[in-house]
């Protein structure tokens, strides 16, 4: 019986090594949404696939369905933000919130380009120049904002509502929050509490 190969961009999460020698990996990938796939393998020497499934790797996976998992059978990699931000310990932690927000609130197999967009570019953002301030939360609090839209938790409002219209970030983009910042966090604040999360 074959079984039909998927391909698709992607971002590790997270990933926990399972057994001796494979790893269970967190994508979320833009064909297939938020997936849990099975490397094996992975962990000897001369694994092809052992160097692109660190966490925050970004890159393209091959995956086949399991009976219960995916079943990855090929990653190529093209950056990983945590080593890109080895020294730079605050953007990392940025990152690091972001995802876990992210892989708190995706419920699972869902195809959605415009989250996956606005990870690409929060990552794209943080290891930029255009980052100017490691204690300066505007960048956390429009990326966050931007997730909760698109899941659908945050209404597209004045006086927010435009920062809403797009992925990208930018020097300018982080500094409209600047005077709209406490409305933005009232709005996080108030739909992370009604939707329980």
Known sequence: MAYRQYESKGLVLSGSDVGEQERLVELFTCELGLIRAIARGVRR??????????????????FVR????????????????YRELERMPERQDALARIVSLVRRLV???ETNQELFDILLGAIAYLCSEAYTGERDDRFEIVTVLRILHTLGYVAK????????????????????????RKEMVEAINTSLRESQL
């Open 45 to 62: 020497e001369n694994s092809k696939l052992r160097y692109g499934l660190t966490d925050f790797t970004v890159g393209t996976f091959s």
């Open 66 to 81: 399991g009976k219960e998992l995916w079943r990855l059978t090929g990653a190529v990699a093209e950056s990983n933000a």
């Open 107 to 109: 419920p699972g197999e």
């Open 157 to 180: 409002e004045a006086p927010y509502g435009t920062l809403l219209d797009s992925a990208e970030l930018s020097e300018s983009v982080v500094a409209d929050v600047t005077n709209i």
